[in-house]
């Protein structure tokens, strides 16, 4: 697995305010759709393409256009939907798949409570979105399915991970394809499995329903 942490002024500006408890729903859900445009810039680095001949208005050339099939990008229900329309400005084309997974509050275990994607993924390259690894459960099941229905490509795109979360990534997905692009490994989990400092519930802040 490898992770990338993406090192910008611009995505540590708006992490910040996103970081601020003061931030209300509104301020937030703008701030993570933009700070998902700026990562997903860097994720896309290694996005599948071919070569193509076009004619400009004055002469023959060269390009490249997205590969056949497109991508897959697969916002985690429900905090990663807050991040699919920035994502998908930069690749309008892409198709688009969900999952519904949510962890028990107590005891941190993920289940799985929605699953809406194309059951042959063969060759698929996918770009997976939620904005918080925290222990890993939740992606760890989620690139589970992705690879048994045959994706051979996965780029995860989170706000924040905690250090707890990359390694539980890396050693069980260990020999898998699998690359994540965060704005920031922060320092730990906390007991309840709240990544310090973070920015709290992200569904809960993207949406509104905290208290
Ligand atoms: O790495 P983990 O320890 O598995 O935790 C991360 C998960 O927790 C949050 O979702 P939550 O379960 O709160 O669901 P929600 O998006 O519906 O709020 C977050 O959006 C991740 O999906
Ligand atoms: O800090 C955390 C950890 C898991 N999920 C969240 O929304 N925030
Ligand atoms: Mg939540």
Known sequence: MRIQVVDHPLVAHKLTTLRDERTDSPTFRRLADELVTLLAY???REVRTEEVSITTPVAPTKGVRLSHPRPL?????RAGLGMLDGMVRLLPTAEVGFLGMVRDEDTLEVSTYATRMPEDLSGRQVYVLDPMLATGGTLVAAIRVLVERGVDDVTVICLLAAPEGVALLENELADLPVRVVTAS????????????????????????TAG
């Open 185 to 208: 490994v922060d320092e730990r989990l906390n007991e309840h499995g709240f990544i310090i400092p973070g920015l709290g519930d992200a569904g809960d802040r993207l949406y509104g």
């Open 42 to 44: 860097e994720a896309t």
């Open 73 to 77: 990008v697969v916002p985690i229900i």
